[in-house]
């Protein structure tokens, strides 16, 4: 069956920075929010097999699955290439995901993070599109689809090989949209020319364009005072055509109420706030910051325990106020505390071959210990 693309929220709740404390999820609070998103009429989850190393799967079943009719939602999770090696893993994990939401079959199911090298060449090798396929006949699949994170070359690639694909999730936002590394307006013009329906990841670049600079902030509140940095993120990404729905990885109460007020009273960008939104990515690109969005995917694999998206930010601090080293210093001793220095990175090179907006992650450790370990 086709997707019904009348049925489907614009917002989607992505469960993967769900609020913790002490590394622990806060389930009474994701109950809340869970409530909160479906009291406004929208239903869409969306988790991982690897989000909150597993425990964000768990969490849907407790707050949601437990707690409300299977029929008035719908699940997208994933396949992770990474943690399979021979055919017989896709099985294991998809019963062990089934397992962990406390449901028998999966709305939206997702092969992650597809990207040239590594991850495609597995879905390749271990015959994961027909598997899809196959469980999309067993019912166990309703819509089966991808995560991306590759070339516009590739994703041409893939989906002439692959008709049977219903729907594309991709990375966009304002800031990405002519990030030559991501390149997310290519993709966009790709699926909208083929008319497949996208999901929109990172609208909002991992919180990133939600604690902008007070300079940044002030262009867009001269636009529209009355607007938050994260609605202009969100509807800038909405206002466009083809957007099916838009995942906002919501941590905390407030946030979710900001993200229903700005899609219950849907106001697309006008000109003023689209020139706005534009001064602030030219002014972006000049000051060459980390594009780090915090995802974590790099974290598990290091073996000097260092905490890479945490330590950015810190760099990231510095490289916009090259004079004042004192608070980012401060920052990246407490991150650092208990956990690895940048001046321990051996250079092992796993960080980058997993890292989604694929940064010179052992480059950057040198440039830390040069500004924030003197
Ligand atoms: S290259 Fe450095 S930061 Fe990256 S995983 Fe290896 S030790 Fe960790
Ligand atoms: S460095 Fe890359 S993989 Fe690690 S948190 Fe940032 S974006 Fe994600």
Same mark, same amino acid.
């Given at each position: 069956m086709a997707i019904d693309l009348t049925k489907m929220p614009k917002l989607g709740f992505g469960m993967m920075r769900l609020p913790c404390e002490n590394d622990v999820i806060q389930i009474d609070r994701v109950c809340e929010m869970v409530d909160a998103y479906l009291e406004a009429g929208l239903n869409y989850f969306d988790t991982a097999y690897v989000y909150h190393g597993g425990k964000s799967e768990t969490a849907i079943r407790e707050a949601l699955v437990k707690r409300h009719n299977r029929s008035d939602y719908m699940i997208a999770d994933k396949l992770p290439a990474w943690s399979m090696k021979v055919e017989a893993d896709r099985d294991k994990i998809f019963n062990e995901q089934l397992e962990r939401l406390g449901t028998d079959y999966i709305d939206f199911y997702l092969l992650h993070s597809l990207e040239d090298g590594n991850n495609y060449d597995t879905y390749e090798r271990l015959d994961c599109f027909n598997w899809g396929i196959e469980k999309k006949k067993e019912g166990k699949i309703k819509h089966f689809g991808f995560s991306y994170h590759g070339t516009p070359e590739l994703l041409n690639e893939v989906l002439d090989k692959h008709p049977e694909i219903e729907f594309v999730q991709i990375q966009l936002n304002y800031?990405?949209?002519?990030?030559?590394?991501?390149?997310?307006?290519?993709l966009y013009e790709i699926l909208h020319e083929r008319n497949i329906p996208m999901i929109i990841m990172e609208p909002v670049k991992g919180g990133r364009l939600a604690s902008l600079e007070p300079e940044f902030d002030a262009i867009l509140k001269a636009a529209n005072p009355d607007k938050s940095q994260a609605s202009f993120a969100l509807r800038f990404v909405a206002s466009l055509p083809g957007v099916m729905t838009i995942l906002s990885g919501m941590s905390s109460e407030?946030?979710?109420?900001?993200? /229903? @007020? =700005?899609?219950?009273?849907?106001?697309?960008?006008?000109?003023?706030? !689209?020139?706005?939104?534009? *001064? $602030?990515?030219?002014?972006?690109?000049?000051?060459?910051?980390?594009?780090?969005?915090?995802?974590?995917?790099?974290?598990?694999?290091?073996?000097?325990?260092?905490?890479?998206?945490?330590?950015?930010?810190? /760099? @990231? =601090?510095?490289?916009?106020?090259?004079?004042?080293?004192?608070?980012? !210093?401060?920052?990246?001793? *407490? $991150?650092?505390?208990?956990?690895?220095?940048?001046?321990?990175?051996?250079?092992?090179?796993?960080?980058?071959?997993?890292c989604p907006q694929h940064l010179a992650i052992p480059s950057l450790m040198d440039e830390v210990v040069q500004k924030l370990e003197s």
């Open positions: 800031a990405d949209w002519n990030n030559p590394v991501v390149q997310s307006g290519k407030d946030q979710m109420k900001d993200n /229903l @007020n =700005t899609f219950t009273n849907f106001e697309p960008l006008n000109q003023t706030e !689209k020139e706005a939104v534009d *001064k $602030v990515v030219q002014k972006m690109t000049d000051l060459d910051l980390v594009e780090c969005t915090s995802c974590r995917y790099c974290c598990d694999g290091c073996p000097s325990n260092i905490n890479i998206p945490e330590i950015f930010k810190a /760099l @990231n =601090t510095i490289r916009l106020y090259p004079g004042d080293d004192f608070r980012p !210093k401060n920052f990246y001793q *407490k $991150v650092t505390e208990g956990a690895g220095k940048a001046s321990e990175c051996i250079s092992c090179g796993q960080c980058e071959s997993v």
